[in-house]
């Protein structure tokens, strides 16, 4: 069964975020996976991957359709450091994914680009940051009526 070029940039990007771990050299190691039904378990430094919305560009070279798909990685951080601050373990969670993701702009060759997208500190009841969601654009090109092949 083939799969979709944009699913194919998705295990991409996962991969990448599965990669943060101080045994590769990142401050963080994150446990990573994709979105499901029945929910995740906030779990210390569990890094959830969503797809967010796609939007064609007209720009599309001819015989092509090009994308911009929007990615969402939500991390939770749960514990500071010891004696540390969270609000510095979440500022290393967001770079250590930036840096990660952003080593490989083209996804393997299947992407034309990788942009940095907004990001979103979440915080506990207290106030206390607790979580960061980093988003990435990606964009990319199928063949014109075939959204299984590269373009």
């Known amino acids: 069964m083939a799969t979709p070029v944009i699913a194919q940039i998705g295990d991409n990007l996962l991969a990448a975020v599965r990669a943060v771990s101080a045994a590769n050299g990142y401050n963080q190691t994150l446990m990573a996976g994709y979105a499901t039904r029945s929910g995740q378990t906030p779990a210390d430094l569990t890094a959830v991957v969503y797809y967010g919305?796609?939007?064609t560009e007209k720009d599309a070279p001819v015989m092509s359709t090009q994308w911009v798909q929007e990615f969402a990685v939500l991390c939770y951080v749960l514990q500071g450091d010891s004696g540390g601050s969270a609000y510095?373990?979440?500022q290393q969670v967001r770079a250590d994914m930036e840096k990660a993701v952003l080593e490989d702009t083209s996804?393997?060759?299947l992407a034309?680009?990788?942009?940095?997208?907004?990001c979103e500190m979440l915080h506990d009841a207290r106030g206390v940051a607790s979580?960061?969601?980093?988003g990435f654009?990606?964009?990319y090109r199928t063949a014109f009526g075939n959204p299984y092949q590269p373009f």
Do not use: F, N, Q, S
């Open 131 to 134: 979580g960061i969601i980093v």
């Open 88 to 90: 510095l373990r979440v």
């Open 137 to 139: 654009d990606v964009r």
């Open 112 to 118: 034309v680009d990788t942009m940095p997208g907004e």
């Open 107 to 109: 996804r393997g060759g």
């Open 53 to 55: 919305d796609a939007k």
